[in-house]
């Protein structure tokens, strides 16, 4: 079996030593522990479920949990609330970090480790399985069945994007008294004005609206058509059709505007060299990159690595130079004495995508890095050792990585091994900052859970469960769930990208060839409910459907899908008006301009 090099850590061992020496032996490679439980039999219950918060659950003593310490939160400077840097990384595959993945990645990060050892990593965190629910969850702190996005992204060419209702982490720090700031992928909707970032909490923004594009020229294709340009800066509040900047062009005006990842870097340093000390910021910075098309970085940037084969190679480069420019925002806050002051939060947004030849080749605008297939690769990055890959609820499409960091507030150096959701960042950061939640609870409660005094003193996690995915794209192909341990997958066969990829230097190192990888097998199929042990069963292949928790799991699972916003890529057809729009622009617009407000309750 492959061992992966473990990070320096600090972890606490409970009693139940057997437990964790068959929990180290059989999970080396995935960061999982086991979560042990209060009682004589073992049991774990959690009262958390569709209608209430996960916090609400009992809460369980778990395995590997950060080790417990007093240490009380440092007051900011001259009394202000501290900075907050959101920072999200596109398409970064679970198996890709050193700081998680260890020798089983050549990919290099010594910023990311750096912020890991005076920090805290979390290794029992997950997202949602695509780009669109990921963000969306991220800045609500909600599921996104709560709002129609739990299946599929927004695209260009739909007329929706997140309801409107829904607040979002800017409003909430916008409220607070922060400045507030997007960079780089937006992806929430661009379909009328009030669906951009400058109109839902965030008084500036710079990036792109959709899901992907060229890192060069900010132009992206589908169909056959195109190119449109897709680049924009809005400079205040509010600001529409009359203030909007557009920064690249389409079709026979496009051209080269600088690289992705240095420009959303050097907006976010500009932010923090015209702060005004006295108030503090909330940035949301969500890189493009690694996302594909593969691009790689200009000459100087992305370190030197020694691989054979070219998209692997390009990735690395792609996602040190990602690295690098966290690098420069972390010295641009040091530069102002900020650094001490800022909490910075790293999360990807789902896992990294895979492709077999087995597989179709993507059909709708999806970009591919050549050679597509090559190590079961397909922008080059990976999920080693887990199952599937984006787009998928196998571990590999949602199983993420994450870190928190804050000098002034949290002791670092440790690892987390609590479990943990992409929706628990935003009252986590609530808490963390000393500010209230203004948004409508009541009728619009979290599903994220306040994760800051676990994470300050080692308490257990308080979150026991997570609803990882339901897929109503065709209204039925089915979801998961997980709660503590045991996940219970509902419906199939979830075929896609069902396969086990490994990246070239880990087959080098095994003696693998490329006709041996991707490892295929048979896809889970349970209409019913089946579960899956990730203790025993870590890389998911042995589902069962006898199992004390099916029942209970399956009733869980049956109530949030009860409970779901119908799925919206299904209720809007492609919309010929954006097609037209799009083509007498040349650039991705908010063409509904005139569009009645998307709202549920």
């Keep these: 079996s492959i061992q992966l090099e473990a990070p320096p850590t600090e972890i606490l061992s409970y009693s139940n030593k057997m437990v964790a020496l068959r929990v180290l032996l059989a999970l080396a490679a995935t960061g999982l522990v086991r979560a ?13 479920g569709p209608g209430a918060s996960s916090a609400q659950g009992n809460t369980l003593l778990q395995l590997g949990t950060v080790r417990s310490h007093t240490h009380q939160q440092k007051g900011s400077k001259k009394g202000k609330a501290p900075n907050i840097i959101m920072i999200m990384v596109d398409d970064l595959g679970t198996g890709d970090l050193p700081g998680w993945a260890g020798e089983n990645t050549i990919i290099k990060t010594p910023v990311l480790d750096e912020l890991i050892a005076g920090g805290v990593a979390l ?57 507030t700031h997007a960079v780089g992928k937006w992806h929430l909707g661009w379909h009328d004005w009030e669906s951009t970032p400058a109109y839902r909490g965030f008084d500036t923004f710079y990036g792109i609206s959709h899901g992907e594009g060229s890192h060069t020229n900010f132009t992206w294709s589908m169909m056959g058509q195109g190119p449109y340009g897709d680049f924009f800066r809005q400079s205040k509040p509010n600001c529409g059709a009359d203030c909007i900047e557009i920064l690249s062009e389409g079709f026979d005006k496009t051209k080269v505007h600088g690289y992705s990842t240095m420009l959303f870097t050097s907006e976010t ?70 650094f001490d002051d800022t909490i910075i939060i790293f999360t990807n947004d789902n896992g990294a995508p895979v492709f077999s030849s087995s597989e179709a080749e993507p059909a709708i605008g999806a970009s591919v890095c050549q050679p597509l297939g090559q190590w079961g690769q397909d922008t080059g990055a990976t999920n080693y050792p887990l199952r599937g890959g984006k787009g998928t609820v196998y571990e590999g499409g949602v199983k993420g990585v994450s870190l928190i960091h804050y ?22 950061l609530v808490s963390a900052a000393g500010v209230s939640d203004s948004a409508d609870r009541q009728n619009f409660p979290l599903d994220g859970v306040d994760l800051w005094q676990a994470l300050q003193d080692g308490a257990p996690s308080p979150r026991a469960e997570i609803m990882l995915s339901l897929d109503q794209k065709e209204r039925g192909h089915g979801g998961a769930l997980l709660r503590n341990f045991t996940k219970i997958y509902v419906g199939g066969p979830f075929k896609k990208k069902s396969f086990f990829q490994t ?53 869980a699972y049956d109530e949030y899908k009860a409970a779901a916003v119908p ?35």
């Excluded at 629910?133 to 299946?151: D, F, I, K, V």
């Excluded at 970085?297 to 420019?325: F, L, S, W």
């Excluded at 943990?420 to 986590?428: G, K, N, V």
């Design 269 to 338: 340093v500009r932010i923090i060299d015209e702060a005004d000390v006295s108030k503090p910021f909330f940035v949301f910075l969500a890189y493009t990159g690694p996302h594909a098309p593969c691009d790689p970085p200009p000459a100087g940037h992305g370190g030197t690595y020694d691989i054979d084969d070219v998209q692997r190679k390009v990735y690395a480069q792609m996602t040190t130079t990602v690295d690098e420019g966290i690098g420069n925002i972390t010295a641009a806050l040091k530069a102002r004495d900020m």
């Design 407 to 428: 000098p002034n507030g949290l002791k670092g150096g440790r690892r987390y091994d609590g479990l943990a959701h992409i929706t628990d960042w935003l009252p986590t």
């Design 503 to 555: 990246p070239p230097e880990v087959a080098e190192r095994l003696g693998l060839t490329l006709e041996e990888v991707p490892r295929e097998v048979d896809p889970i199929d349970c209409p019913d409910g089946c579960v899956v042990d990730l203790i025993a069963d870590p890389t998911e292949e042995h589902p069962s459907t006898d199992s004390s928790e099916l029942a209970t799991l399956k009733a």
């Design 123 to 179: 290794d029992r965190y997950y997202t949602q399985s695509s780009c669109t629910p990921s963000r969306t969850a991220l800045l609500t702190g909600r599921y996104p069945l709560r709002y129609g996005l739990q299946t599929s992204v927004i695209v260009p060419f739909k007329a929706f994007g997140l309801a409107l209702n829904e607040s979002l982490a800017a409003n909430v720090f916008q409220d607070a008294g922060y400045a």
């Design 36 to 48: 042990g439980c209060e009682d004589e039999a073992g049991a774990c219950n959690s009262a958390s």
């Design 567 to 601: 799925d919206l890529w299904t209720d809007y057809p492609m919309d010929a008006a954006a097609f037209a729009d799009l083509n007498a622009r040349g650039i991705s617009w908010p063409y509904m301009e005139n569009a009645g407000k998307m709202e549920f309750d």
